[in-house]
């Protein structure tokens, strides 16, 4: 997954409680560093499908456990590449609480993010809005 980011959440469907996958020694974004392509600023197009199957086994999750939200068009410049940033919610009862702790991850609310960096928290300010509107 290293030419794509991708923000996981969680939305409660009798609540609409709505919590965000956070790696504990990283953020809300996921995705691993690439190598620097010869020409900068170009734009990467990666099938969103094949982003959440990867997610999905990196997870232990059944096919299925993780929906794109197709609505949801950010970009996210990295490594002077404009990387494409997908939402994909996930589609269990509950949050997969032990999914993510096995990947060294947690779930948290919108004011919990208060201490990412402002590109994350900008992406989770859209991210939020789309879900609530949606």
Known sequence: ???????????????AMTRFF???AGGVCLGRPGPNPAIAGARVVVHPA????ELERWMGLPSG????DAAYQEHMDVAGLSLPVYLMRFT???PPFTAAEAVGGSFIT???ARGLGSTEL???RTAYTMIMEG
């Open 65 to 68: 456990g993780l929906l794109v």
């Open 50 to 53: 094949s982003v959440a199957a």
């Open 22 to 24: 956070r790696l504990d």
């Open 1 to 15: 997954m290293s030419s794509a980011r991708a923000i996981l959440y969680h939305k409660q469907s009798t609540s």
């Open 122 to 124: 900008e992406l989770l």
């Open 92 to 94: 269990t009862m509950d």
């Open 110 to 112: 919108l004011t919990q």
